[in-house]
């Protein structure tokens, strides 16, 4: 088995993804926020500009993950302001439940959030939060379509039979050429999944985290004191 390298070299690599992503990054970075955050506690300060620039750099799935552990260490940070104590030193709680769930209840019985925010959080933990924590990728793309993903499907004779660069040229044929010869979706082909969550990622990936932001400078401003 032949070990390729992920790169060629440190310096190359520095280069070739800063040559990639500069045009990317100015596109993205200008439709984020470029006001400095309220008054937070320093670890939820940099969970959110580990965020802010993995957005802007285009890591969609990285995004949409640390949203989901941004709005959970948020609210746990709540806690601590109202209890002085961890969410997981908290007897109804439980060092081994202390879970996204279970601090959104417990926060919403001692009345620390309104009905809204609780709703906003329960929203971020069954849409966002479970599902891309345990990388559920079929149920992220079936719950986001309402269905499975369905393409139009063309076979091609595959490159062991007639070689790369004559597949290659008959992909660019049926491209300029396409005639479906029926529909193939995730149920049959796996990968389809994990294509489909792609574009779904990068789709979703700013917007949510431009809804996040919106939320947690309120939230901030209402529920910490700010200097």
Known sequence: MIKLPIHNGPE????????????????????????ELPH????????????????????????IVMCGILCEALLKDLIYDKEKK????IGEIGEK??????????????????????G?????????RDLYQHSNVK???KKTLG????????????PTKIGAEEFLKRVKEVIGHFKPDGLVSGKNMRPLYDLEKGRIDEQRSLPLFLEV???????????FKQA
């Open 213 to 223: 932001d919106k939320f947690l400078r309120v939230f901030a401003i209402k529920h």
């Open 139 to 141: 149920k992220i793309v």
């Open 147 to 158: 269905g499975e993903p369905v393409y139009l499907e063309k076979r091609i004779e595959g």
């Open 120 to 128: 906003w959080f329960r929203e971020i933990k069954n849409n966002i």
């Open 12 to 35: 190359k690599a520095y280069k070739g993804f800063v040559q990639e992503s500069e045009k990317k990054f100015i596109e993205r970075i200008k439709q984020l926020p470029n006001e």
């Open 40 to 63: 937070v506690e320093v670890g939820i300060r940099k969970l959110y500009f580990e965020t802010y620039y993995l957005c802007a750099l285009g890591f969609h799935n990285a995004t």
């Open 86 to 89: 961890e969410a997981h030193e």
């Open 97 to 118: 439940s202390a879970t996204l769930g279970n601090v959104i209840i417990f926060c919403s019985d001692k009345k620390y959030i309104d009905p809204d925010e609780a």
